[in-house]
């Protein structure tokens, strides 16, 4: 995996974490 790809998957994947655990 390129780390451009790697940087935006795991921004895509603490947005989408971080409501859960905010609302948790």
Same mark, same amino acid.
């Given at each position: &995996?390129? =780390?451009? *790809?790697? =940087? +935006?998957?795991? *921004? &895509? %994947?603490? $947005? +989408? %974490? %971080?409501?859960? *655990? $905010? %609302? $948790?």
């Amino acid at each position: &995996m390129n =780390k451009t *790809i790697q =940087k +935006y998957f795991f *921004i &895509m %994947l603490v $947005a +989408y %974490l %971080l409501p859960s *655990i $905010a %609302l $948790a």
